[in-house]
């Protein structure tokens, strides 16, 4: 597995699950990605890894269409997400089609977000009976079985304020999950959390990652979970994908001198 | 002649009671309209289009800006020259709810601006519709924190229902001045009436404390 060259696996004969084409993103003057092109394969997972300010996040946020894009367009599963279909052109994706294409992507946070006022039960209930239409039944067998997966069957009721950051972000993974997204998010989960308490919310991620056939891009600052977690990594700089590679080889051999230069001071600071 | 009249006091103490259950009705009928109005602004200025928000912002100010005495004035004897004539006491229950709507925006306002982004770029990301990310994740986290201003309003509003003496609503101040010059007796009527605001303005206080505690563990606390 470690020794796959930076091709994206399978990317000859399947489309890929997500695609970025060119896609440009400018907050007035200020070029946060420049033409990006990125290919993530159904059931990869990748790493996006960067000093803060070279776009890692808003990747992530462009594809949950938290952000609009001002060049190119986002594909997802084959479908295009940020346009639509009209007429044999693309046109810019109506609020009707970004909900629709929604629906293939999960995101968690690095705040986790999760909703104060209902308990982690019902915050993982409410998406799937409004958005999806399960009945409560339904959807508390689904929820009680995905807290139960992250750990936190005995914790159901508790309100968020009442559970630890990790627990939390365990929460926000279960609400995610509960939605049966092809694509899931992950931005910095474990940035905003004690130390000791990462691991829990990683070993977590892992499990996801053995047991569900799920397409993963996460933002992270962890490069020890990132090289062994991760089909493959990307360095962003400055807007830019500078280098990327399978994890193993990426961090034992970064080319370029900025690469080099990051790794070694994320390193020395841990 | 003495200054207090024990006999006359208990005699229209009945009658107050009567018009005070009319000082009532238009406190809690302006109130509720004002909720409604206050939110239907609030969101209007937060979310709507450019026109939509501007227009708004002009209505809320000038409700703000201008007297309430002179909006019921203008209700009840202008409005029929358009054609639209309401009696008294819906005029009465209108003007106050447009005025106090006005107020209410703002505080709706500060709660919803009070709730993090973040918990919108959740419904965003679970896909939660508009209108269920507003009614079951946005009003629930904004409404607590603002209850005890909104409370502060429905004592204000309760307070300047004498005002609607002025289109003849028979509330209390109006029964009062009626009786005091029917027996060339205010002492009693007044006083009575002032001593009712009092006691409803601390028994309302009270509720919204109950209330504001009520709300308090369900909203939970951000971390």
Same mark, same amino acid.
């Given at each position: 597995m470690n020794n796959r060259n930076d091709t994206t696996p399978g990317a000859e004969d399947a489309p890929p699950m997500v695609r970025f084409a060119g896609v440009t993103k400018r907050y007035g003057d200020l070029v946060v990605l420049d033409s990006l092109d990125l290919d993530v394969a159904a059931h990869e997972k990748v790493a996006i890894i960067g000093? &803060?300010? &070279?776009g890692k996040t808003t990747v992530l946020r462009m594809l949950m269409t938290l952000e609009t894009i001002d060049d190119g367009t986002i594909w997802v599963d084959g479908e295009p997400l940020t346009h639509m279909e009209r007429g044999g052109a693309l046109v810019r994706a109506d609020p009707q089609h970004l909900r629709r294409m929604r629906g293939h992507i999960g995101m968690v946070f690095q705040h986790f977000?999760?909703?104060?006022?209902?308990t982690a039960l019902k915050n993982c209930m409410e998406a799937p009976i409004t958005v999806l239409g399960l009945s409560r039944d339904e959807a508390r067998e689904r929820a009680g079985e995905l807290l139960s997966m992250v750990g936190l069957g005995d914790k159901l009721d508790h309100y968020p304020s009442q559970l630890s950051g990790g627990q939390q972000q365990r929460v926000a993974i279960a609400r995610a999950l509960a939605m049966r997204p092809k694509v899931m998010l992950f931005d910095e989960v474990t940035s905003a959390l004690d130390p000791e308490l990462c691991g829990e919310v990683l070993s977590v991620i892992r499990t996801l990652g053995r047991e569900h056939r799920l397409t993963m891009l996460m933002v992270t600052h962890q490069m020890g979970f990132a090289r062994e977690f991760a089909d493959r990594v990307c360095f962003f700089d400055q807007g830019r994908i500078l280098e990327q590679g399978p994890a193993e080889a990426f961090f034992a051999q970064p080319r370029e001198a900025r690469t080099q230069q990051f790794l070694r001071a994320v390193m020395e600071a841990v | 002649m003495k200054i207090w009249d024990w006999d006359y006091a208990w005699e229209v103490l009945p009658i107050l009671a009567e018009a005070s259950v009319v000082t009532l009705q238009a406190t809690l009928a302006g109130f509720l309209l004002a909720l409604v109005v206050g939110l239907l602004f609030a969101v209007g200025r937060m979310t709507g289009p450019a026109w939509l928000r501007w227009s708004v912002t002009g209505v809320v100010e000038f409700l703000r800006s201008t007297p309430l005495l002179i909006q019921i004035f203008f209700l009840y004897y202008v409005m029929p020259e358009f054609g639209i004539t309401l009696d008294a006491m819906p005029t009465g229950v209108l003007a106050l709810g447009l005025h106090y709507g006005a107020y209410c925006a703002e505080v709706y306002r500060a709660g919803l601006d009070n709730v993090p982004r973040g918990q919108w770029e959740a419904a965003i990301a679970l896909n939660l519709s508009p209108w269920v990310t507003f009614r079951r994740v946005i009003l629930p986290q904004a409404i607590p924190p603002i209850v005890p201003a909104l409370g502060n309003y429905l004592v204000a509003l309760f307070k300047e229902t004498p005002l609607l003496s002025v289109i003849a609503v028979l509330e209390l101040m109006q029964t009062a001045k009626i009786l005091g010059s029917e027996s060339f007796q205010y002492t009693e009527p007044i006083t009575l009436v002032g001593l009712f605001f009092l006691a409803f303005s601390l028994v309302s206080a009270a509720l919204i404390r109950q209330v504001e505690k009520a709300l308090q563990p369900r909203a939970g606390r951000r971390t």
């Open positions: 000093p &803060s300010g &070279s977000n999760l909703f104060p006022h209902m | -």
